[in-house]
């Protein structure tokens, strides 16, 4: 079956998440307000429209891939935006990161025009994206689910329906509540290393081995030299931006808040990726260890 999907956020995850549906034969139309982006995407194939009324427009799936939940109100709640030209009985899908309010306020907007939305953010980075292998969150229906899964099985390689509206959001907050403190206790811990004479090749060694190993360690290593394909191998160019780590870290504060419990341990994460945002918010979060280790500068 070939549809005509929307797409709008041609970005770091977003493109290579539109070029899979157009590898896979369908016909894609993308929005994007950065030039360097709409130009990557129209040299792999994706048709370019100037707004994301006109991507949703003769589209059947729209999916948004935005940076925060401003964008995404931005973009879905406009009077004229995507909601009012996608195909009657369409599927909005919003794989963005964002908070929960805003997730069910897209689905709640959704409803009013009959058009069912999912909010679906992801895991598994730029490599998941580029090789069509992320985890997808979902809240929504699963009936709408089952109607879409086509669609997610070209971008990921697992799909996990969490519950109603804005549940996907929630999972996806606990992962980077997980994520972003594992990240700064590696760091912390290559710091204390080097602090106390340790190579940072045997400290990876050891902890690549033992039970302070994890999916942090392996794919957002700290330190150069360690993992080829992590950032700080590439002066920490943004695989996952801090500003976006800052951004989520956030978010599971401001979810914590709302369920009357505090975060002891993602609090003090926060604290210093908000410092690397601050003065750099396009590195990679894996830049943290600069904050942490005194004798780096950001
Ligand atoms: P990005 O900043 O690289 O891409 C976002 C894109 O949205 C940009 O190209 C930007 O120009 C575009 N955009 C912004 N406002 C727009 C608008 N009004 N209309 C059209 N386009 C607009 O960010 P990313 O790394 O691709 O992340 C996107 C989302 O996915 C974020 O919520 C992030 O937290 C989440 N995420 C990122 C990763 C990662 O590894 N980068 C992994 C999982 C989830």
């Not at 009936?143 to 669609?151: R, W």
């Not at 695989?239 to 401001?254: H, P, V």
């Not at 979810?255 to 601050?278: I, P, T």
Request: aromatic share 4%; glycine share 10%; hydrophobic share 45%.
């Amino acid at each position: 079956m070939t549809s005509t999907i929307g797409f709008v956020g041609l970005g770091t995850m977003g493109l290579p998440m539109a070029i899979n549906l157009v590898k896979a034969g369908h016909q894609v139309r993308g929005f994007d307000v950065v030039t360097e982006q709409v130009e990557k995407a129209r040299e792999n194939g994706i048709e370019i429209v100037p707004s994301a009324a006109e991507a949703a427009s003769g589209a059947t799936v729209l999916i948004t891939m935005l940076p925060k939940g401003d964008h995404v109100r931005q973009v879905l709640l406009a009077d004229d935006g995507p909601l009012s030209t996608l195909e009657p009985s369409g599927v909005v899908i919003d794989c963005s990161t964002i908070d929960v309010a805003t997730s069910r306020a897209v689905h709640e907007a959704g409803a009013a025009l009959n058009i069912d939305v999912l909010d679906a953010p992801v895991s598994g980075g730029v490599g998941g994206a580029t090789e069509g292998t992320l985890t997808f969150m979902v809240g929504g229906s699963a009936e709408v689910l089952d109607s879409a899964q086509y669609v997610f099985d070209i971008m990921g390689a697992k799909t996990v329906h969490c519950g109603g509206p804005g549940a996907g959001q929630v999972a996806k907050t606990c992962n980077q509540l997980v994520f972003g403190t594992n990240l700064v206790a590696v760091s912390e811990a290559f710091v204390l290393a080097k602090r106390l004479g340790l190579s940072d090749q045997k400290l990876f060694d050891v902890l690549s081995t033992s039970s302070g190993n994890s999916w942090v360690l392996n794919n957002f290593c700290p330190r150069p030299g360690l993992v080829g394909f992590a950032a700080a191998n590439n002066d920490y160019a943004p695989r996952f931006a801090a500003a976006l780590l800052a951004k989520d870290l956030g978010l599971a504060e401001t979810a914590a808040d709302s369920a009357s419990m505090e975060l002891h341990v993602a609090k003090s994460a926060r604290e210093l990726v908000d410092q690397l945002a601050l003065v750099n918010g396009g590195l990679d979060c894996s830049a943290v260890i600069k904050v942490i280790d005194p004798d780096e500068q950001i």
